[in-house]
């Protein structure tokens, strides 16, 4: 037995396609969207370019809001880091990166076939499609990649920091090229992260639709690139990539949008926040040791609130941040309100008796509080370790005030 | 009681020396050292000067010449003899060197990567240099991995974790790969059969990567006592390889004694247990605080025999267990505990066989033969370090390779050790990491993927679109990551995945098993083995490979019966003789489960049986068969000649894997009684694995001591009219099978008896 017959023995599963596709035929509806063939030292590839006037809109922005008060400071609003760049230094400077790849692991066998990038350049945004047709064109496509990411010193991407940057180096890498520094790498996914962590998703096509109002039709799923990929190689019909161009050119422009959103938001310019983004953006503000424009957040996410739960989270951070500038008044009187609407569990009440007992020295109403959370305690009849461990320190705080009030 | 005084002390145990079948008085040796090579970095010089290291053995000195004239080198040398600083001392000098140099070092478990890492870092501690060492594998933090990848001077790892790891991800790697000076493979012998031949590939995509970053790194291989070190080490790294087999360490006599417990059932030829009997005689060193390793060939085992020896001891001897399974910290502190003598006696599986450091120990016990006459003397160097006396005894079970070697010790004290088998060219195995390099880099035309239908293969592939060819390159064009399908520890990726459901709500995969042992194995209601406890399987979900088990505690386990239907594919070579002839070469084995049996343990009783449902199974796989001359035919009725030959078959298979170094579940075998292939009564053994892994060749070239040690084994065995231990259970091939087996054996001998 020959070795092509065995080896087709050994693997029973081999999925064959469909074998009358013929190869060589050349390339088919080449026309279907405006490219040019590229020719460099390392062979040829293929670029689209599309330019999009600044008062395009996609989903909530038009372009032209992009540069809207975008400067050093608003910057590290939206990404925690100083560039110590200059308000002028920025224009012309912002590449956007998304990539289409033969796969979604990852590994050195993983192909970034496509590279979409978006720039701004004299007021006008273009995108451009960087597009191996086959394998042998990816080197001539890496080394205008490579030409065109020494040009920027801002990236923007969505979650090109564990996919697509680590994606290109590798493929840069494997022809013997190195990867360009920038100065800096804005992934949006971590500052839209930061904000709607609250979603089911927080993918880029989850905020479109929940957030930048910005709906696809037709849309190609992404785990069915790679597949069609492979078969535009085998009968290199365009037809075939044309949803796939057009998505990427969807991910760069929602990239632009929700860049813009977030500027605008954290800028305090859009007001229209929901009780969760406010929540958040108090978050965040907290963690930026902006405490006066935490509070403020925190009031509107409070005003905002439709549902209990994030009324009584944002109750809750809020009179922790009265408690650290020390104003207890307030934080009592958020306290009160927390047991008036009577929905807040036993923090209020715990809160109250902690407050009373090492503020005020007012023993008596401490344990009132004290014995005011018991009660509810024992109303709740979950059984869970949460509230064991609650019983316990409740007890501990009783007994010791009992112990003081007798000394007293 | 000292040492000296026990082996007195046993010698007048008459119940004792009843049952030893022979006493080997083996003598110590001294050293041989020689000075520290004057080109060390005088900072290694000086710490191992601190640790009172002055002289080197001289394998150790001999190693690290070779290793620096640039020669790749394997050291075969048995246990505690120092072989450790074979490798570390070229490797630490050669950081010392140049920080730049990298190093890989690759151990077969994570136990002993850990092991390895604390040894290492005592010596770094001393030469207060920073050289970054660290494991890399399934156990390493996420947050570590990075400053791993770009910093680490030495990575220690596993097979496995490089194959699925680090290869396909060798981009990130670079720092290690442009500066890989020296590759480490400890344990080489533990590489043979399906997980070798896989391991050898791996290295193969090894040297490919390497090649691409302009690095070509010196192999230093370890090994125990095997027969062929320098075959094995050269197939699994592809190129020719120095061998250095004298042993300059020193060793303190030792008692080797075999021990055979006496037959309690003569009809089945059962023993009494050797776990009691293993614990009987570890208590009477225990006792006398003689420090005593017992090692079984199960976790059960070892807890059963730890929890007995527990019960019957004196206040103040401590005795611990020690397995995989038990938390790294716990180990580290049972290690330290023996090191330092606050432990007197231990209960082991092999996992303390590899190169752990234990320190010294007086009595080794083999609870069971370990399987192979490598392993059986790595065990029994536990004991005995330096130049003391120490004791091992073997004590034997009633299977059949215990009985076999038990009874014929002079095979064991003879032959050096086993030969190690693989074969990385293996259709199935060899594809699958043709598959795994093509991902990780291009093919390019003319490449040689160590072997020279290379082109053929990918060829292949590409008709399957599963590789693209452009421009005299080939590339990964599929979506899928191929490591990931590909198990170095089975030969086949149809695996299915057996999933604990005893939980509700929690499941967990605890094993796999490969397609073709589906229908006898995982069955619906079979009983599944996994680590000493008993689960039954509830449901097989055929398509999605999965089979769905609960623990159960039942008595007995499944045996499924098998009709194996098998045709020859094709003949490789084949020989005559008088009486019989024998041949090798590729077979296609069908294969489809109807009934199985439960059976009791230790009694063998049926006690019940089920349907099995489930479809036929093939694999291609390589095979050793024998016909018998026609005469036979005429001498012997049809219904008696099929019982020997089924006798013979179970006989075959039973001590077959002591010449083929491999576990008896590698094998198996079918009988027809006439043949379609030759028309003439042939006993058929075949490689379990899709494509074998060299076991029927092997068979091939032995065959004829294999038939001659089965007849004395058979003609010795003290059962009636046969057992499990030799041609099988009566009630399976009927009464007069052992005689007709033993008439068979000595009349086709007789045939070649001149050769």
Known sequence: ?408 | MNIEQMKNSLENRPEFMKRVTIWKELEGRTGEYVDLPHNLDKRLKNVLKKKKIDQLYSHQKKAYDYIMKKKDTVVVTPTASGKTLCYNLPVLNSILEDDNNRALYLFPTKALSQDQLSGLYELIEELSVNIKTHTYDGDTQVSARKSIRQSGHIVITNPDMLHVGILPHHTKWIKLFENLKYVVIDEVHSYRGVFGSHVANVIRRLQRICEFYGSDPLFICASATIDNPGELSSKLIGKDIEVIDENGAPAGPRDFIFYNPPVVNKELGIRRSYVLESKKIASIFLKNKIKTIVFTRSRLRTEIILSYLRDDKPRDVNIRGYRGGYLPNERRQIEKGLREGKIHGVVSTNALELGVDIGQLDVSILAGYPGTIASSWQQAGRAGRGQRRSISIMIASSSALDQYIVNNPEYFFEKPAESALINPNNLMILLSHIKCAAFELPFEKGENFGVETTEEILRYLEDNHVLRYKKDKWYWSAERYPAEDISLRSASSEDFAVIDKTETGSSRVIGRVDYFSVPTTIHKDAIYIHEGKQYQVKDLDYSGKKAYVKIVDVNFYTDANLAVDLRVLDKFESKKFDKRSASYGEVVVSAQATMYKKVKFNTHENVGYGDINLPEVEMHTTAWWMSLAEEFEEKIDKKTLENALLGLSNLLVNIAPIYLMCDPGDIHSTIQIRSPFNGKPTIFIYDSYPGGVGLSEKMYRVDHKLLKSAYSYLQKCPCEGGCPACVGPINEVGLKAKEKTLYLLREVLEGESER
């Open chain 1, 1 to 408: 037995m020959n070795l092509r017959d065995k080896l087709k023995k050994y693997e029973k599963n081999n999925k064959n396609y469909n074998p009358s596709m013929k190869k060589d035929r050349g390339y088919l509806n080449k026309k279907i969207f405006p490219n040019t063939i590229i020719k460099n030292d390392q062979g040829k590839y293929l670029k689209t370019q599309k330019i999009y006037s600044k008062d395009y809109k996609h989903g909530l922005y038009e372009i032209n809001n992009f540069f809207e008060e975008l400067d050093n400071y608003s910057l590290k609003q939206i990404t925690n880091t100083d560039t110590k760049m200059k308000k002028e230094d920025f224009k012309d400077n912002i590449l956007f990166i998304d990539t289409e790849t033969t796969g979604l692991m990852g590994g050195t066998g993983t192909v970034a076939f496509l590279i979409g990038v978006g720039y701004f350049k004299n007021n006008d945004f273009f995108i451009e499609q960087y597009l191996m047709r086959d394998y042998d064109e990816e080197n001539a496509m890496l080394n205008d990649i490579k030409k065109l990411l020494l040009s920027f010193d801002i990236i923007v991407s969505f979650n090109g920091k564990s996919f697509d940057l680590p994606l290109i180096q590798t493929r840069l890498i494997l022809n013997r090229l190195n990867m360009p520094d920038f100065n800096l790498h804005v992934d949006l996914l971590h500052s839209a992260r930061r904000i709607w962590s609250f979603l089911d998703s927080c993918s880029l096509k989850s905020l479109e639709g929940n957030i930048l109002n910005f709906k696809r039709i037709d849309d190609i799923e992404g785990n069915l690139i790679p597949s069609i990929f492979f078969r535009f190689i085998e009968v290199k019909d365009f037809e075939l990539l044309k949803p796939i161009l057009e998505h990427n050119s969807y991910d760069i422009l929602s990239l632009v949008t929700l860049f813009t959103h977030l500027k605008e938001i954290h800028l305090g310019k859009h007001k229209q926040l929901s009780s969760h983004e406010f929540f958040h953006m108090g978050r965040i503000k907290e963690k930026q040791k902006d405490f006066a424009n935490c509070i403020k957040y925190l009031k509107k996410a409070i005003k905002a609130a439709q549902e209990k739960n994030i009324k009584y989270r944002a109750y809750k951070k809020l009179s922790w941040q009265y408690k650290r500038i020390n104003q207890y008044e307030n934080a009592v009187k958020i306290w009160q309100k927390m047991i008036e609407e009577q929905e807040s569990g036993i923090f209020p009440y715990v809160e109250m008796a902690k407050y009373l007992e090492h503020k005020q020295k007012d023993y008596k109403k401490a344990l009132y509080y004290a014995e005011e959370a018991k009660k509810l305690l024992n109303k709740n009849k979950m059984n869970t370790k949460n509230r064991k461990c609650n019983i316990e320190k409740i007890e501990h705080r009783r007994s010791r005030l009992l112990k003081k009030l007798n000394r007293s």
